[in-house]
């Protein structure tokens, strides 16, 4: 599998922003194909989520996909199979994103291991908090497989420290009080949780929720080393957009954050 | 009966630090909500050793929510089942349930605290309801998640809030019942949490909340422990509740959790029975039994009574099964609506139907228990389910 930590260090090193465009696994009959269209429109890391009857951290769009994705069938084993291989072949670095319950269920080991056996770098798991995060990132750690952990504004400056420290492959900044989702305009909040983390570690700071146009998207790059687009380019699938149309959308996030 | 010597880790007492009752509990929330749920415990651990504010919320108990609730015996019925039956009677609390005592207490704290708005979950209403009520007592901004599908089954207490001047959103995702309402709501807080306290419903959650509502409950048990010895003598040989989440039934058994002989029966709907069918698991910010398929997605609940239609169950009543202190069985629907019926004609008492789960068992298991005292929580009265119950009777006999 792509080490995490070490292709991201790599392309900033270089002087790439970081763009990581996301896809709820199992939506659609092309959900793979998508994954390769964000490849060749310069994804740096993909991140895809595993559906979950419960999503908290969710927002109406990833809610609705998630739906759509359960309503086939689709299972964290089906998600994970359909990934195997596909890092390599793509060459870009896959995260999963899912609920605890799901790792829980499964065993940490266990989801660890067929995680890393499908060639997946990392997971992000939003309802398992620094405290709780233990047990699930020590199997992480030992499979090789990355714990990306979320830093949200509420935090005072210790507790950011801390997430970075147990953080690997990069930290989830958390641009806003609240759900996935499209929003406006860039969150007041967005800047100021990248500058706080940036002052704290040298891993890579991607900023994440409510990134819903490329202009915010360079907005946010000011300061952090990238962005995750999720629920603006789902809503673009969920309303019919064919793969090329979404990828095209995400091509131009990133002519944004090289401009 | 004698007192028994104290454990080491007293039955139902505080949770770990980690906010665990045994391996159950804990805090599984966004990274966001993690600092709030902190400023709460902290808040909450200082109130509850501040004689003012004990002092305060007792007060309020007495004089707003009509406490000491009464402790009724069954004489009719008592006879026909053979044995004592005691009802520790929450129904005639203001808003007609448990429910106002953790309501008045978690609204204290919020105020305490500085919050000006409280959100809040409901099922059938009655946690709205009584979360409505202490908003507009101590004036509170008050918004109420229901389940879409829950605004239409209990449109009166849909009124009843709009009445106490709460706003209802509907929950429109999932099942739009409970387990969605509580989804909407969390997500709710993540993005208001500021000047937002969430006022959860039962002893679910992340820490502190199961153990921060089942103190707020713990009146229940304290009161029936010393009614039952007044009336008695003694102390029965049963307490019985219903549980969905299980915060009355946290209320009760906190009274007689440390006498090792008074056996604790926790009574859950067969369509909705975590304990019962569930395997471990992680929702709503708790680990504890939740009925769930192969691959950790959640089952929607299915009972007759909306307020246990919910498919976890409280961290400490997972911890209290593990531990053999409390017992937890399943009863149907039909049992659930002859019991209903049975109190109603017997002793001219009309249960909520989430409290006739527990005089469904009485009844079932009467033979076991003949000449016993048996106590039983009568949680809420049942008001707000005649017209379901007249449905459900009527289609029988067409």
Same mark, same amino acid.
């Given at each position: 599998?792509?080490?995490?930590?070490?292709?991201?260090?790599?392309?900033?090193?270089?002087?790439?922003?970081?763009?990581?465009?996301?896809?709820?696994?199992?939506?659609?009959?092309?959900?793979?194909?998508?994954?390769?269209?964000?490849?060749?429109?310069?994804?740096?890391?993909?991140?895809?989520?595993?559906?979950?009857?419960?999503?908290?951290?969710?927002?109406?769009?990833?809610?609705?996909?998630?739906?759509?994705?359960?309503?086939?069938?689709?299972?964290?084993?089906?998600?994970?199979?359909?990934?195997?291989?596909?890092?390599?072949?793509?060459?870009?670095?896959?995260?999963?994103?899912?609920?605890?319950?799901?790792?829980?269920?499964?065993? !940490?080991?266990?989801?660890?291991?067929?995680?890393?056996?499908?060639?997946?770098?990392?997971?992000?798991?939003?309802?398992?908090?620094?405290?709780?995060?233990?047990?699930?990132?020590?199997?992480?750690?030992?499979?090789?497989?990355?714990?990306?952990?979320?830093?949200?504004?509420?935090?005072?400056?210790?507790?950011?420290?801390?997430?970075?420290?147990?953080?690997?492959?990069?930290?989830?900044?958390?641009?806003?009080?609240?759900?996935?989702?499209?929003?406006?305009?860039?969150?007041?909040?967005?800047?100021?949780?990248?500058?706080?983390?940036?002052?704290?570690?040298?891993?890579?700071?991607?900023?994440?929720?409510?990134?819903?146009?490329?202009?915010?998207?360079?907005?946010?790059?000011?300061?952090?080393?990238?962005?995750?687009?999720?629920?603006?380019?789902?809503?673009?699938?969920?309303?019919?957009?064919?793969?090329?149309?979404?990828?095209?959308?995400?091509?131009?996030?990133?002519?944004?954050?090289?401009? | 009966?004698?007192?028994?010597?104290?454990?080491?880790?007293?039955?139902?007492?505080?949770?770990?630090?980690?906010?665990?009752?045994?391996?159950?509990?804990?805090?599984?929330?966004?990274?966001?909500?993690?600092?709030?749920?902190?400023?709460?415990?902290?808040?909450?651990?200082?109130?509850?050793?501040?004689?003012?504010?004990?002092?305060?919320?007792?007060?309020?108990?007495?004089?707003?929510?009509?406490?000491?609730?009464?402790?009724?015996?069954?004489?009719?019925?008592?006879?026909?089942?053979?044995?004592?039956?005691?009802?520790?009677?929450?129904?005639?609390?203001?808003?007609?349930?448990?429910?106002?005592?953790?309501?008045?207490?978690?609204?204290?704290?919020?105020?305490?605290?500085?919050?000006?708005?409280?959100?809040?979950?409901?099922?059938?209403?009655?946690?709205?309801?009584?979360?409505?009520?202490?908003?507009?007592?101590?004036?509170?901004?008050?918004?109420?998640?229901?389940?879409?599908?829950?605004?239409?089954?209990?449109?009166?207490?849909?009124?009843?809030?709009?009445?106490?001047?709460?706003?209802?959103?509907?929950?429109?995702?999932?099942?739009?019942?409970?387990?969605?309402?509580?989804?909407?709501?969390?997500?709710?807080?993540?993005?208001?949490?500021?000047?937002?306290?969430?006022?959860?419903?039962?002893?679910?959650?992340?820490?502190?909340?199961?153990?921060?509502?089942?103190?707020?409950?713990?009146?229940?048990?304290?009161?029936?422990?010393?009614?039952?010895?007044?009336?008695?003598?003694?102390?029965?040989?049963?307490?019985?509740?219903?549980?969905?989440?299980?915060?009355?039934?946290?209320?009760?058994?906190?009274?007689?959790?440390?006498?090792?002989?008074?056996?604790?029966?926790?009574?859950?709907?067969?369509?909705?029975?975590?304990?019962?069918?569930?395997?471990?698991?992680?929702? !709503?910010?708790?680990?504890?039994?939740?009925?769930?398929?192969?691959?950790?997605?959640?089952?929607?609940?299915?009972?007759?009574?909306?307020?246990?239609?919910?498919?976890?169950?409280?961290?400490?009543?997972?911890?209290?099964?593990?531990?053999?202190?409390?017992?937890?069985?399943?009863?149907?629907?039909?049992?659930?609506?002859?019991?209903?019926?049975?109190?109603?004609?017997?002793?001219?008492?009309?249960?909520?139907?989430?409290?006739?789960?527990?005089?469904?068992?009485?009844?079932?298991?009467?033979?076991?228990?003949?000449?016993?005292?048996?106590?039983?929580?009568?949680?809420?009265?049942?008001?707000?389910?005649?017209?379901?119950?007249?449905?459900?009777?009527?289609?029988?006999?067409?």
């Amino acid at each position: 599998m792509i080490d995490l930590e070490a292709h991201l260090r790599q392309r900033r090193a270089k002087g790439a922003k970081l763009f990581v465009p996301y896809v709820s696994g199992g939506l659609d009959a092309e959900w793979v194909d998508l994954l390769r269209a964000f490849a060749d429109a310069g994804a740096d890391a993909i991140e895809v989520g595993i559906p979950f009857s419960d999503p908290v951290m969710d927002g109406p769009t990833i809610q609705e996909a998630s739906v759509r994705a359960l309503e086939r069938g689709t299972t964290p084993h089906s998600v994970v199979a359909e990934l195997r291989g596909v890092a390599d072949e793509i060459g870009v670095p896959l995260i999963v994103m899912t609920y605890y319950n799901i790792v829980f269920r499964a065993g !940490h080991e266990r989801f660890a291991r067929e995680l890393a056996a499908a060639g997946i770098s990392g997971a992000i798991v939003p309802d398992l908090p620094l405290e709780e995060a233990g047990p699930w990132a020590e199997a992480a750690d030992d499979a090789g497989i990355a714990t990306v952990l979320l830093a949200a504004p509420t935090a005072p400056d210790l507790r950011l420290a801390h997430i970075c420290q147990r953080a690997r492959g990069f930290v989830y900044a958390v641009s806003l009080l609240g759900v996935t989702g499209e929003r406006q305009s860039l969150a007041s909040t967005a800047v100021g949780i990248a500058q706080r983390l940036k002052a704290v570690t040298d891993k890579p700071v991607i900023i994440g929720i409510g990134i819903s146009t490329p202009e915010q998207a360079r907005e946010a790059c000011t300061v952090a080393d990238g962005i995750v687009m999720a629920s603006a380019l789902m809503r673009l699938r969920l309303d019919g957009a064919s793969v090329a149309e979404v990828a095209a959308a995400a091509r131009r996030v990133r002519e944004a954050i090289d401009g | 009966m004698a007192l028994a010597p104290s454990s080491p880790v007293p039955v139902m007492g505080t949770p770990s630090d980690d906010g665990r009752f045994g391996r159950f509990g804990g805090r599984f929330v966004p990274e966001t909500l993690v600092p709030a749920c902190q400023e709460l415990e902290t808040a909450f651990r200082r109130a509850w050793s501040d004689p003012a504010f004990r002092a305060e919320f007792e007060h309020l108990l007495r004089t707003y929510a009509n406490r000491p609730s009464l402790l009724s015996e069954c004489t009719r019925l008592s006879e026909r089942l053979g044995l004592r039956l005691l009802l520790k009677r929450e129904d005639l609390n203001h808003t007609g349930s448990h429910k106002i005592n953790n309501v008045l207490g978690q609204a204290l704290l919020a105020q305490r605290m500085g919050k000006t708005k409280l959100i809040a979950e409901t099922g059938a209403g009655q946690h709205g309801v009584a979360t409505a009520t202490a908003a507009a007592l101590l004036g509170l901004e008050c918004v109420v998640y229901m389940g879409e599908v829950d605004m239409g089954r209990q449109s009166l207490n849909v009124f009843r809030m709009r009445l106490l001047g709460a706003e209802v959103r509907p929950a429109l995702s999932g099942s739009r019942t409970l387990k969605d309402a509580v989804n909407e709501a969390m997500r709710a807080w993540v993005s208001d949490i500021a000047d937002t306290h969430y006022l959860l419903g039962s002893v679910m959650g992340p820490h502190p909340y199961p153990w921060m509502v089942r103190e707020f409950h713990r009146v229940i048990g304290d009161e029936a422990r010393v009614q039952c010895r007044e009336l008695t003598g003694g102390d029965p040989d049963v307490v019985v509740a219903c549980v969905g989440g299980g915060s009355n039934a946290a209320g009760i058994f906190s009274g007689f959790a440390e006498l090792p002989e008074v056996r604790l029966v926790g009574i859950e709907p067969a369509g909705g029975a975590a304990i019962g069918r569930g395997v471990p698991g992680v929702v !709503h910010g708790m680990l504890s039994y939740l009925m769930q398929d192969e691959f950790g997605q959640v089952q929607e609940a299915e009972s007759v009574s909306a307020g246990l239609d919910y498919p976890g169950v409280g961290p400490e009543h997972s911890h209290l099964a593990d531990i053999g202190r409390a017992e937890y069985y399943p009863v149907n629907d039909d049992e659930v609506l002859d019991a209903f019926q049975l109190l109603a004609r017997s002793e001219g008492i009309i249960a909520a139907l989430e409290s006739a789960h527990a005089l469904a068992w009485v009844y079932r298991e009467r033979a076991t228990m003949a000449g016993q005292t048996v106590l039983m929580n009568l949680s809420g009265r049942g008001d707000k389910d005649v017209a379901q119950v007249q449905s459900i009777l009527d289609g029988r006999q067409s």
